[in-house]
Each structure stands twice: as C-alpha cells, then as structure tokens.
C-alpha cells in the first residue's frame, strides 16, 4: 500500500486543481451580475446560459488534460517503483491547463468592465451627434436628452436619422 500512498497524494491534487476554475468563473460571473445591477440592468437567463457553456468548454479541454496527465503519472510512478528512477509526480499539464483557465477569467472579469465603458462612451457619442443634428430644434433636443435620460440609449430610428 505505501507505494500507492504517492498516488492517492497526486489525485487529490487533481481534484483540487480542477475546482479551480470553477471559483474563477464563479468570479466572473458574479462580477457580471455586479456590473449589471450598478448599470440597471436586466438580469437574464443568458449570462447563466454562457457560463454553462463555459464550464463545459473548459472542462472538456482540461478533463483531456487529466488523460494526458494519467499517462505521465503512470509512466513516472512505474519508472520511480521498478527501476529506481526519481522523477517527482505530478500534474504538469493539468495545472498549466488550469493556470489558463485562471487567466482567461481574470482577463474576462477586467475586460468587461472596459467594453461596457466603451459602449457608454459611444452612446454618449451618440447623443452628442443627436445634438448636433437637432441644434436648431430644442423640442428635439431636448426629446434626445430626456430619452437618454431615461432610457440610457439613443433609440435606434434616431441613429439612423
């Protein structure tokens, strides 16, 4: 049994480093519904739509990685117990795999927040134009801002004006 005790240490690594991921995209996704509810916006079904999409694309990727891990392991463990070599076991590539996933999410958590700023800027863009066309006209610039206002977006039959 001792010298199976090696394995059983390396699974349970296994089983941590593929919890991981998912606190990172718990992260996410709750950085979202934060972002969301500063804006006032409407909490739908899709964001939660995207993260189970998400968790299956990244565990289909890294459950790959575990396979290719398991044959590194086997081979390092057989190698180690029946001709003396001393290679440390562990899962390499299952943690790099997981070192991505981390990164792709802490990027996502950040990146979120500058696309929307750069929606707002646009629809602020947007209204300014809207001024600009209507500067004569105070009933329709005045419409412009209290739609925006209001509603936070230029309606789009005033974008294409």
């Known amino acids: 049994m001792g010298k199976f005790n090696e394995l059983f240490v390396v ?5 941590g480093i593929l919890l991981t991921p998912l606190f990172f995209i718990g992260f996410d996704f709750w950085a979202g519904i934060r972002k969301a509810k500063q804006r006032k916006e409407k909490i739908t079904s899709d964001g939660w739509k995207r993260t189970v999409d998400k968790i299956a694309r990244y565990y289909n990727m890294l459950l790959a990685l575990v396979v290719v891990d398991c044959m590194q392991i086997s081979g390092v463990w057989y190698l180690d117990n029946y001709y003396d070599y001393h290679i440390p076991i562990f899962p390499f590539v299952t943690i790099l795999g997981a070192l991505i996933v981390a990164a792709i999410e802490v990027k996502s958590i950040y990146e979120k927040a500058e696309e929307k700023e750069r929606r707002e ?10 001024i600009a ?11 412009a801002v209290v739609n925006y206002m209001n509603n936070g977006v230029i309606k789009d039959e005033e974008k294409v004006k």
């Open 11 to 15: 699974a349970w690594m296994l089983f």
């Open 121 to 130: 800027m646009k629809q602020v863009a947007a209204l300014a134009a809207e």
């Open 133 to 143: 066309k209507h500067k004569t006209d105070t009933t329709e610039i005045a419409k």
